[in-house]
T-cell receptor, first 114, second 114 residues
């Protein structure tokens, strides 16, 4: 069964700082990996989807990388802003996707101080 | 294009009651997934429907059930509510059952069981 771990659990940075969030997964036979943002009490907003054939995916100030061999993905946020404050979740398909569902990490709660 | 919608937004029930949550996927999407996000437990997979059929279910008791309609919308039913069922229930949809497809999430239904 796929297991997903995210570290750190919480992160507080000053505005303008570049930062990296980490995600580890146990089953390297993944089709893709998704990064989400969740604001308190809200649903999930999909940020980036990296297919297994890709190594990186970029959207604005966000860059996600995927290294299947090491079982790791990182989400890089450039020039952080207070509006980036949220919980960031990564998720990988269970059993390579055959089970349909995503397995989520517990998230990294990011706080960007003005 | 409208995203995944869920209703109701909030719900308060008492122990032993029954509840029905509803989800409308993005137009053209055939797969619908249900997840539970209870406080401190992270996101847990409940059910997956595709083309009207239940494809997989998570480790939840049978009092959690659902169905998918011909228009691909879905219902999640929870019978004999217990206090620990209090959670944010999230619905997601994807274009098909292909694990390469991205899952898009709705805003969730907050269920409180008293």
């Amino acid at each position: 069964k796929q297991e997903v771990t995210q570290i750190p659990a919480a992160l507080s940075v000053p505005e303008g700082e570049n930062l990296v969030l980490n995600c580890s997964f146990t089953d390297s036979a993944i089709y893709n990996l998704q990064w989400f943002r969740q604001d308190p009490g809200k649903g999930l907003t999909s940020l980036l989807l990296i297919q297994s054939s890709q190594r990186e995916q970029t959207s604005g100030r966000l860059n996600a990388s995927l290294d299947k061999s090491s079982g790791r993905s990182t989400l890089y946020i450039a020039a952080s802003q207070p509006g980036d404050s949220a919980t960031y979740l990564c998720a990988a398909p269970n059993y390579g996707g055959s089970q349909g569902n995503l397995i989520f990490g517990k998230g990294t709660k990011l706080s960007v101080k003005p | 294009e409208a995203g995944v919608t869920q209703s109701p937004t909030h719900l308060i029930k008492t122990r032993g009651q029954q509840v029905t949550l509803r989800c409308s996927p993005i137009s053209g999407h055939t797969s619908v997934y249900w997840y539970q996000q209870a406080l401190g437990l992270g996101l847990q997979f409940l059910l997956w429907y595709d083309e009207g059929e239940e494809r997989n279910r998570g480790n939840f008791p049978p009092r959690f059930s659902g169905r998918q309609f011909p228009n691909y919308s879905s219902e999640l039913n929870v019978n004999a509510l217990e206090l620990e069922d209090s959670a944010l229930y999230l619905c997601a949809s994807s274009f098909s059952s292909d694990p390469l497809n991205e899952q898009f999430f709705g805003p969730g239904t907050r269920l409180t069981v008293l």
